[in-house]
């Protein structure tokens, strides 16, 4: 222990809090750990040096500091630290989340660009998106026609899927396997978010003493078996002559056909990409979920949105995509929302190399988290940066696209958000829509207190307990 910190003396590495033997600095983390390091940051500094367990760790957590690592050092910088439940079926080998910045990482990422967001798949998901949403206004509507509460997250979570398998398969999933999927996310973003001791003591990762690695095998199991069922519907349809869809699976598929050696896209490359942007797609519900507990707890911003879209929409059957640009309102809640509520509040990432950032020694090998919740609220930038204020938008051209450092929920750099310009068209859509044909209210059994923003975020990207909310139909 004592060399330990000699060592670590004489690297130079950035402040931070003192470690105690063998745990480090981990009782310093409760079970929200992006805010208990905004707290240990406010006082060690915007790149703070700790140990979690015997791992090493550099938490950014100031725009400049995210700038100098998602910027200036992303070459050295850009490798993943995953956690060990990744590893489960194998799935950090073949997944875009966690690949390092080489070749297949490369392949995967322009592919997904190519079978998502070339223009004319754009222009084909127009009109998906919509059919999408306006199936997501039904289902609210039954709801309010029959008096019950809405599960706002779980709402926008199905209409995300349904967009997500469209657009990869060319098919709406059956209704049991797009429960499934939906299941499988939701388990494993608990499971991977969760605290595991693996993680914090590599050494003994191979015994897998809570078992998260051995259930996330199972969901990984679960999943790649939907996958695979839509690959071999696809092939048995090729061989029967069926014309060719061009979705991403048909882009993945000739993509392996047409390489010699076709070990980069093969059947775990294609398992391994669409169970990470179906595990996407939470993000927006996420986000879904969160803009509307605000509101409910901010009504001049509620009626403002809401006046807006009234005058934007009027009577027109279904807000569409042309409708975005006109509503400045309804993108500055979104945008205020992702501030506040990151989804993601902390990507990790590994130095592969040595780096040098004020004078301070980033180690390579060392984890280095981005406090994009820290990041979002960071005072400097912000005037009352903890208030949900989408007025702060209105004379400002901040962006979320990773060139405005104050302002990263989907991250910046080589690895900023694979699922940015869907998400973005998809909570615009989802919200408008919802805001603009009900009104909303808390169930009565909410209490006076309304939603207690602190209290519903778990560890997970969800909320602890459903945030479920009366809709009623404005006639
Ligand atoms: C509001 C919605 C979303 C937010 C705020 C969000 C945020 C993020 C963040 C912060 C990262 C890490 C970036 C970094 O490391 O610097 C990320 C990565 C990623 N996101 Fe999203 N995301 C959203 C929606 C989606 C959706 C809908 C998909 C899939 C269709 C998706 C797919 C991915 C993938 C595949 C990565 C990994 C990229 C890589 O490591 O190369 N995301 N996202």
Not at 118 to 135: G, H, I, N, Q
Not at 333 to 361: C, S, W
Request: neutral net charge; glycine residues 6%; contains cysteine.
């Amino acid at each position: 222990y004592v060399l330990q910190l000699l060592a670590d003396a004489r690297r130079r590495l950035p402040p931070g809090p003192w470690p105690l033997p063998l745990i480090g600095n981990l009782h310093q983390l409760d079970h929200l750990p992006h805010r208990s390091l905004a707290r240990l940051a406010a006082r060690h500094g915007p790149l703070m040096s700790l140990r979690l367990g015997t791992v090493r760790a550099v938490v950014a957590s100031s725009p400049e500091m995210a700038r100098e690592v998602l910027q200036r050092h992303n070459a050295d910088i850009a490798a993943r630290s995953f956690g060990d439940s990744m590893r489960a079926g194998g799935h950090c080998e073949n997944s875009v989340v966690c690949l390092p910045p080489r070749l297949r990482w490369r392949a995967l990422r322009r592919l997904s660009t190519v079978g998502l967001f070339s223009p004319r798949r754009l222009d084909a998901m127009r009109a998906l998106l919509e059919e999408k949403v306006a199936e997501l206004v039904r289902r609210v509507s039954g709801h309010a026609a029959r008096g019950e509460a809405v599960d706002v997250g779980h709402a926008a979570h199905v209409a995300a899927l349904g967009v997500l398998s469209r657009t990869m398969f060319s098919v709406d999933l059956d209704p049991e396997a797009a429960r499934e999927v939906s299941d499988i996310v939701d388990e494993a973003s608990v499971l991977g978010t969760g605290p595991n001791v693996s993680d914090f003591f590599p050494a003994i990762a191979p015994a897998d003493l809570q078992g998260v690695r051995r259930r996330m095998a199972r969901l990984v199991k679960r999943m790649y078996a939907i996958i695979d069922e839509q690959i071999e519907r696809r092939m048995h349809g090729r061989t029967a002559g069926e014309p060719r869809k061009n979705d991403l699976l048909d882009v993945m598929l000739e993509e392996g056909e047409s390489k010699e050696d076709s070990n980069e896209i093969n059947r775990d490359a294609i398992r391994g990409l669409f169970t990470d942007l179906f595990t996407g797609g939470e993000t927006t519900s996420h986000t879904m979920e969160c803009a509307m507990a605000e509101l409910l707890q901010c009504p001049n911003s509620m009626r403002r949105v809401q006046e807006e879209l009234k005058s934007v929409i009027g009577t027109k059957q279904q807000m569409d995509e042309h409708d975005i640009t006109k509503l400045p309102y309804l993108q500055a809640v979104i945008k205020e929302t992702l501030r506040l509520h990151p989804p993601v509040p902390l990507p990790p990432y590994e130095a592969e190399a040595t780096v040098e950032i004020q004078g301070y020694t980033i180690p390579k090998g060392a984890k280095v988290l981005i406090n994009l919740w820290a990041i979002n609220r960071c005072a400097n930038a912000w005037t009352e940066p903890d208030k949900f204020m989408p007025e702060r938008f209105y004379d400002s051209d901040i962006t979320f696209m990773g060139r405005d450092f104050q302002l990263i929920p989907f991250g910046a750099g080589r690895r900023i958000c694979l699922g940015l310009p869907l998400a973005h068209r998809m909570v615009h859509l989802m919200l408008g829509s919802l805001l603009h044909r009900f009104t909303w209210t808390l169930p009565a059994e909410a209490g006076k207190n309304g939603v207690d923003m602190r209290e519903r975020f778990g560890l997970t990207l969800s909320f602890v307990v459903p945030l479920y909310v009366i809709a009623q139909e404005i006639q």
